[in-house]
């Protein structure tokens, strides 16, 4: 499955303590929800710890947030009757992976009635795990400056990707130290850049400069050994020794697609394990059009190129010879016209839908703010500046019961569901979005046939339909173990709800799902259907 920028759905992970008393009535007439947070390990109350609520349903508002008080206190009121998902942050914290059975956590998912006081919740956060050690040259002498980067894999809709999860530079001392890590398992790259290097060899001399470097020391990002990093765990002396090694220089040509020089256009060289993050500033290409990058060692890297109104960007291996004719051609950036039309209930407003084209390949590059639409009252929308290339159509949000039913490119229905598209002026794309989309909905019980809150219940597509990102639907159960789906594309599914917390659409992997293939309860969905589930959890066999 390709990478890509992965824009949209994030998962809630996080405990919490519902109280089994009655409820009593709020004051007002809208619902409200109070409680407080503490430090998990430690027990002592967190203040100034943002409690966010974002509305499920239609009736639920959008997103209110409150904040904890000096005892770490909040209180959150005027919420309209509706199911909201609840989400706590704090710089330094992350939010625990917990389990469904864990009679010790509620539901982060809550249900709330008119005049309803949803009090005593006590939600609990965890210190992250920390990362720390030295970093020193051939000589063991400390390197400052060292740029550290943490990553690990991690799933979105767009698939398996590679996921910066913190970086810093060693100190003067060549310390360095990568806090607030979640559970898990990570690869950790140093990556130090002489600045000697860049102004080409010493006269006389072979030019030399430090690879980047993987723990626990090799070049090689397939050798890479992984950390585990347990809750709030601190692992020390993860160290480095960077020796140095033959750099090259890497030199060409931009050009644009008409021939023009591509003078002004900005150069970038990124290792392609990086998530995004450098360490090398670009370049500016002349008024020749040439470009030359120097101390580049060994590696794979992304090379891109951007200049107002073009971007492009191609994968250059680089090995122990220099690289002198390295050509880049710029592809233009076109607008992109694009419809809405809706099927069904003609009363389903398109006026403020939001589509994304997602690039299905890593080298198409959105410039900032391309390929993002948001539709008029007709139904008319425009994609700014799209280059050529593959891409997904993703909706952000459709009202409950739609769903997206047919993409169509100059007329021509698209059998994948993608908008390939070459670049051409005058492009256009049409989506059709049906009112009658399928319902899924049902309860998550134990042995005991009590229900389970705070737990992820997973719609995967059967078959060829795996491939498709927008069939995915995911819930979490609320407080009394329930769940629901609107807006299901007809078709066959199987569903799916872990004992323990998977991370979140690591489902996509069908290395991952193939071990749970059988366990899933299968079921049929069609226009306007409305499916009854009885589900029981499903034993992890092992952790993603």
């Known amino acids: 499955m390709s990478r890509s920028l992965c824009i949209l759905v994030g998962l809630l992970s996080t405990g919490l303590i519902f109280a089994q008393a009655p409820a009593p009535k709020a004051p007002a007439a809208d619902a409200a929800i109070a409680g407080m947070v503490i430090n998990s390990r430690s027990g002592e109350p967190l203040k100034r710890v943002q409690v966010t609520l974002t509305g499920l349903t239609g009736t639920a508002d959008a997103a209110v947030t409150g904040m904890t008080d000096s005892s770490g206190k909040f209180r959150i009121g005027n919420l309209p009757p509706g199911?909201?998902?609840?989400?706590?942050?704090?710089?330094?914290?992350?939010?625990?992976h917990m389990r469904a059975e864990d009679s010790q956590h509620g539901p982060a998912t809550l249900t709330l009635q008119p005049q309803q006081l949803l009090g005593d919740l006590v939600y609990r956060l965890t210190p992250g795990g920390v990362i720390s050690g030295t970093v020193v040259d051939e000589d063991n002498t400390p390197i400052s400056d060292v740029?550290?980067?943490?990553?690990?894999?991690?799933?979105?809709?767009?698939?398996?990707?590679?996921?910066?999860?913190?970086?810093?530079?060693?100190?003067?001392?060549?310390?360095?130290?990568?806090?607030?890590?979640?559970?898990?398992?990570?690869?950790?790259?140093?990556?130090?850049?002489?600045?000697?290097?860049?102004?080409?060899?010493?006269?006389?001399?072979?030019?030399?400069?430090?690879?980047?470097v993987f723990y626990p020391g090799v070049r090689d990002a397939s050798?890479?050994?992984?950390?585990?990093?347990?809750?709030?765990?601190?692992?020390s002396g993860i160290d480095f020794k960077m020796a140095p090694a033959r750099a090259v220089h890497v030199q060409?040509?931009?050009?644009?697609?008409?021939?023009?020089?591509?003078?002004?256009?900005?150069?970038?060289?990124?290792?392609?394990?990086?998530?995004?993050?450098?360490?090398?500033?670009?370049?500016?290409?002349?008024?020749?059009?040439?470009?030359?990058?120097?101390?580049?060692?060994?590696?794979s890297y992304m090379l891109s190129a951007s200049l107002t109104g073009l971007r492009t960007a191609q994968v250059?291996?680089?090995?122990?010879?220099?690289?002198?004719?390295?050509?880049?051609?710029?592809?233009?950036?076109?607008?992109?016209?694009?419809?809405?039309?809706?099927?069904?209930?003609?009363?389903?407003?398109t006026d403020g839908l939001i589509v994304f084209l997602l690039p299905a390949d890593e080298s198409t590059l959105m410039p900032p703010g391309g390929g993002i639409g948001k539709a008029d009252a007709n139904g008319n929308i425009n994609f700014r500046g799209v280059p050529a290339g593959d891409y997904q159509v993703i909706f952000d949000k459709l009202p409950e019961d739609a769903y997206l039913k047919a993409v169509e490119v100059g007329n021509r229905p698209s059998e994948d569901m993608m908008f390939h598209f070459h670049g051409a002026a005058g492009a256009t794309i049409e989506m059709v979005v049906s009112s009658a989309g399928g319902r899924v909905e049902?309860?998550?019980?134990?042995?005991?046939?009590?229900?389970?809150?705070?737990?992820t219940v997973v719609l995967v597509p059967e078959g060829s339909r795996r491939s498709r990102t927008d069939l995915y639907r995911v819930a979490e159960t609320d407080q009394y173990g329930r769940f629901s789906m609107r807006g299901v594309v007809p078709g066959d599914y199987k569903l799916f709800a872990w004992s323990e917390e998977m991370e979140a659409w690591s489902w996509m992997d069908p290395g991952i799902l193939s071990q749970y293939e059988n366990q899933g309860k299968s079921l049929s969905v069609t226009e306007n259907s409305r499916n009854s589930v009885e589900l029981q959890t499903i034993p992890v066999r092992g952790l993603p």
Do not use: W
């Not at 002004?264 to 670009?282: D, E, H």
């Not at 010879?321 to 076109?334: G, M, Q, T």
């Open 83 to 96: 199911t909201y998902r609840v989400e706590v942050s704090r710089n330094g914290f992350i939010r625990p």
């Open 147 to 212: 740029r550290m980067q943490c990553v690990h894999y991690s799933y979105s809709r767009a698939g398996r990707q590679i996921e910066s999860c913190g970086f810093t530079t060693t100190d003067d001392r060549g310390q360095y130290r990568i806090a607030s890590l979640s559970p898990g398992r990570y690869f950790l790259r140093a990556s130090y850049i002489d600045p000697i290097s860049l102004v080409g060899p010493v006269r006389g001399g072979v030019p030399e400069g430090y690879p980047s």
């Open 223 to 235: 050798q890479a050994g992984e950390i585990d990093i347990g809750e709030s765990e601190e692992k």
């Open 252 to 299: 060409g040509q931009v050009r644009t697609a008409d021939g023009r020089l591509g003078a002004g256009a900005l150069i970038t060289l990124t290792p392609r394990l990086s998530a995004g993050f450098s360490g090398r500033s670009p370049i500016q290409v002349g008024g020749d059009g040439g470009f030359r990058f120097e101390g580049v060692t060994a590696g």
């Open 316 to 349: 250059l291996d680089v090995g122990e010879a220099d690289l002198d004719n390295v050509h880049i051609l710029l592809s233009p950036r076109v607008d992109v016209r694009g419809h809405i039309r809706v099927e069904g209930d003609k009363k389903l407003a």
């Open 442 to 455: 049902g309860s998550l019980t134990d042995d005991q046939k009590q229900p389970i809150s705070n737990t």
